[in-house]
């Protein structure tokens, strides 16, 4: 056998072993647009934005496969989103860092569309998803606040809430509630991280310490409504989730600038 036949059935041999060879090529696609926006003008940056949640939605169609019902339909949202996430959050990093975040994104891309794919079959632990929508809220509330002056309209935490709306719905059915339900449960969810990055907004927090303090909101809020759902007493739920908010208030505080 030829060295060129040998390759030739090496990669046809792992091309095999990977269940879904599409979902590399579609990170692959997205992570290429996203280190596109971190460098493009204003006007290309939103070109950028839109291409991701045209190419990534369909992409997540395509990959992931029919809708099922009981896996709630946010599942086909979560992964473009992420990709707007990462490209507002590369507009803080110096162009070195962008650089050298490309193959990091394209991974990070690749590990949300690998989890939502694997999830049905109980293939995918359900804490990568929690933790993929925790990150979303992070990278979108830093990037916009980057990008976005505080004078600026609209507020930049109603941009932050309107990114955010997906990650919520999403962590609403992995709580096993859909529909009319679950998109009252991420509305609840949306007021509080919008009434936290408000008050956040006021403390002029600096660097990245307000966004992950709102991220760690989000997921307080989150966990505190499944602890409820699985029938945990309201007190403790209050003590541990509100102990939890209360730390990140207090980092804030001291994080806060003179």
Not at 168 to 173: G, K, S, V
Not at 195 to 215: D, E, F, N, T
């Amino acid at each position: 056998m030829t060295a060129t036949g040998a390759h030739r059935e090496g990669l046809w041999i792992i091309g095999r072993r990977i269940d879904r060879p599409e979902t590399i090529l579609l990170s692959l696609v997205m992570a290429a647009l996203v280190v596109y926006g971190w460098f493009a003008p204003p006007f290309w940056l939103a070109v950028a934005i839109a291409g991701q949640l045209a190419i990534g939605g369909m992409g997540a169609v395509w990959v992931i496969g029919p809708v099922r019902s009981r896996f709630g339909f946010a599942r086909y949202a979560t992964f473009p989103v992420a990709a707007v996430a990462l490209t507002l959050l590369g507009q803080m990093l110096g162009p070195t860092a962008q650089l050298a975040g490309a193959p990091v994104a394209a991974l990070l891309l690749f590990g949300v569309l690998w989890s939502e794919v694997r999830l049905p079959d109980g293939r995918s632990p359900r804490l990568s998803i929690d933790l993929t929508l925790v990150g979303i809220v992070f990278a979108a509330a830093a990037g916009i606040a980057a990008t976005f002056p505080t004078a600026s309209w609209p507020p930049a935490i109603l941009l932050v809430v309107v990114v955010a709306a997906v990650p919520a719905l999403r962590a609403a059915e992995l709580r096993g509630r859909y529909g009319v339900e679950a998109v009252g449960q991420a509305v609840l969810q949306l007021l509080a991280v919008a009434q936290l990055g408000a008050s956040l907004a006021l403390l002029h927090l600096p660097g990245v310490v307000g966004s992950a303090v709102l991220a760690l909101g989000f997921h307080a809020w989150a966990g505190a409504a499944e602890a409820l759902d699985n029938g945990a007493r309201t007190r403790a739920v209050a003590i541990e989730f509100g102990s939890l908010a209360l730390l990140g208030l207090l980092v804030a505080l001291l994080l806060r600038p003179a």
